[in-house]
């Protein structure tokens, strides 16, 4: 099947999809989940042929790690999906209502976007938990993964898609597109596809953000910013940047420049200093912090730098505005802490950091789905519609409109023989 | 200044514009309100150059008309700035609040999206309509006009501009953008511009969203259908099909595609024909129509065209399925009505056709942001992401997360040292 049929297909499916009971979607959930459990030695099987495949391809270490599907992955994604089972159904609810005139009453419900394109690189656990999460939101699933993975995704496709459909699922509410058309068949799609959500590094994100028509949910990077400002407990601003730097450094919200006051740095660096030396951080001081504590110097590429890695920038200025500057300059748009006593200055802060998460007094660390308590993540947005920050189920969601009417005319209002009344219900 | 600098200083402006009061952003929309009515003659005398000039190079009538900017036009702007003054201002709205923790509260707060970008054709009362919009929301705005409507435009944006920095805006917050460079830099700008608006024709709708990166609100066409099922009141029927083709044919929620159920469609159509003779209404029907009433021929062509015309194209169906499936391969996803005594066709129809509105028994005709009580409207969109629908002020907002914290880091959570509480409060 080509990929334009499968899209096509999916497009089909999709209503039916969208206006399935909560019920019978839990159902194939756990029907999913069941399959994944019994079938894993298969599983394992096909895995280690990628692995394999990958050895032999010399991929690098870090590839091979994600590329692995073993026992505790398909607990892990079972987990999953057992929690997803237990959210609330997102299709339905009711948003808005208006009795526009007697007898004629809008709704507005939540209800799923259609299809969700998902681009992935080598982690096949990603496979499991965008299409669990497509179903529960009631949208259709185009998949398309990376090639060294090739074995994995298909068994976990053919696993999710037998039991959703024996479960009652329309048939083709999920494809999995293994043709040698590439990715940018898939970027071109957009008459089929409503919404793509990449998964894997920052350069594929960035690089489908750049090549498509399509809306993504999704981050480029994660410039995560903290501001010390003069008013700092000295003790807690060296816990949260340590914990914001170090406590996962390969992750988006990892923080990455570090803003300090002037009237504080020569009280705090030398502290921090000796703090980040415990964990191994390398520092890139401006010229004003290379005059207080000894460490590299930081360029202009280095504000503009995601490292992901051991290093911080730093970089002293002259208070409140310059930080705010400086972030709202530089920052993805992502994570970006205030540590402070001051009320006025946080108030200042959180309303100026253009960012779709600003913090105060707390680690950059806590902006994701699960620490936000949301149950399930789609993705973390820096997009400035439709979702922004860690985004739950409620990101593959949209809404429309129903009208109940009794045969009302438009022509009667117009000329003035009727006027709406416009009671707010809901 | 060139679009780019502009575009830079709208940037900065947003940040500012976001953070203002319900009071001050009130304030600047009386003071322009005010200063519309003080200088109207001068609009007027800027409009006259336009038209003089539109004629010189012979502009058709319509566009003669939408370029048109007299006393009336005034009055009418400012009579939708008044209304707009009244709404609640839609900043800072707390969407959803959790305790993740003692002393750690996330909350979620409406927040402007940042920076529009509107392109617009000929009519000047957009320019007002939608900066104010702008404003009430919190958003810095770009505007590029039409040159014919040039010099209007000017004046306007200059009254604008003026008065609403003079109340306390932030210099910037609106530009106008008059160089010679095209739509085309400014569907470039999506470094700069956060969405779009365009108001203008469905080509020229059509144009900007198949050319830009930058989300779109707007919809390209509008192809609306009624489908007769065979339980419906004949006379309610008429009625709905003759108000829904006819109170007002060159707009999007206008009429285009009749769909009858076989069962009805002796008893019905003759009665339709007659009704739509008198308003001068032109019936193109597939065969089995033909074989009721005597009318030109509709082909494949005709349920893709959006007539904008007193014409209206008519197929008869084996039933609700065959009704659903033609709407869902040919509608533009902006209005379908269903007219029905039977409730089970109306869960069916409202759930399984993919459109921004569905209906029951009332006419296309009332999917609209006033008719719906958003008092403002930004447009109609028929994306799927967003904003879907007749779209009011809660278009232009997204949100923006904030996390006021007493130190928490992630650490301990992760050590199992503390556990979220996840506490929801709003």
């Known amino acids: 099947m080509s990929m334009i049929e499968a899209a096509k297909r999916a497009r089909e499916a999709s209503i039916q999809l969208a206006a399935m009971s909560a019920e019978s979607k839990n159902q194939a959930l756990e029907a999913i989940m069941t399959a994944i459990m019994e079938r894993r030695d298969e599983i394992k099987s096909a895995n280690k042929v990628d692995i394999e495949n990958s050895k032999k391809e010399q991929v690098s270490e870090p590839i091979l790690k994600r590329l692995k599907f073993d026992e505790h992955k398909a607990e892990d994604v079972c987990a999953g999906i057992k929690s997803l089972i237990g959210l609330t159904d997102p299709v339905g609810k009711v948003q808005l209502q208006t009795e526009l005139d007697d007898d004629l009453v809008l709704t507005r419900i939540a209800w799923p976007i259609g ?52 479960a009652g699922m329309p048939q083709g509410w999920i494809a999995l597109m293994e043709s040698r058309e590439d990715v940018n068949s898939i970027l071109a799609m957009d008459q089929y596809i409503d919404l793509l959500v990449p998964r894997g590094s920052n350069a594929f994100v960035q690089y489908i953000m750049k090549n498509t028509n ?36 390969v992750v988006c919200n990892a ?84 540590i402070t006593e001051d009320g006025v200055n946080t108030k200042i802060f959180m309303n100026l950091v253009d960012s779709a998460n600003v913090f105060h007094n707390a680690s950059t660390r806590f902006s994701d789905g699960f620490r936000y308590g949301f149950g399930a993540e789609v993705g973390v947005s820096t997009s400035k519609i439709h979702a922004r ?25 117009a000329s003035g023989k009727k006027s709406f009344k416009h009671r707010q219900i809901i």
């Not at 490292?307 to 972030?327: F, M, Q, R, T």
């Not at 920050?389 to 009302?408: A, D, N, S």
Request: hydrophobic share 40%.
């Open 115 to 166: 299809v969700i394109g998902v681009i992935f690189e080598s982690r096949p656990d990603a496979l499991v938990q965008i299409s669990t999460l497509c179903l529960k939101s009631g949208n259709a699933v185009l998949l398309k993964g990376g090639s060294e993975a090739k074995e994995t995704n298909r068994i976990l496709f053919e696993i999710i898609e037998e039991a959703s459909v024996k």
């Open 214 to 249: 399509i809306p993504v949910i999704g981050h480029a990077d994660g410039i995560c910013h903290t501001f010390v400002d003069e008013s700092a407990k000295i003790e807690m601003a060296v816990e949260l940047v340590v914990d914001s730097k170090t406590q996962y450094v």
């Open 255 to 338: 923080l990455e420049t570090l803003l300090v006051h002037e009237n504080i740095a020569k009280d705090f660096l030398p502290v921090l200093q000796e703090a980040l030396k415990e964990k191994g951080v390398t520092i890139k001081g401006c010229e004003r912090t290379r005059n207080i504590i000894a460490c590299e110097a930081a360029s202009e590429e280095d504000w503009k730098t995601e490292y992901l890695d051991y290093i911080l920038s730093i970089k002293i200025v002259s208070g409140l505005e310059e930080a705010i500057a400086h972030i709202n300059t530089y920052s993805s748009g992502h994570t970006d802490t205030i």
């Open 389 to 413: 920050g860690p985004v739950g189920l409620e990101g593959l969601m949209i809404y429309k409109y129903q009208l109940e009417g009794k045969g009302q005319i438009v022509a009667d209002y």
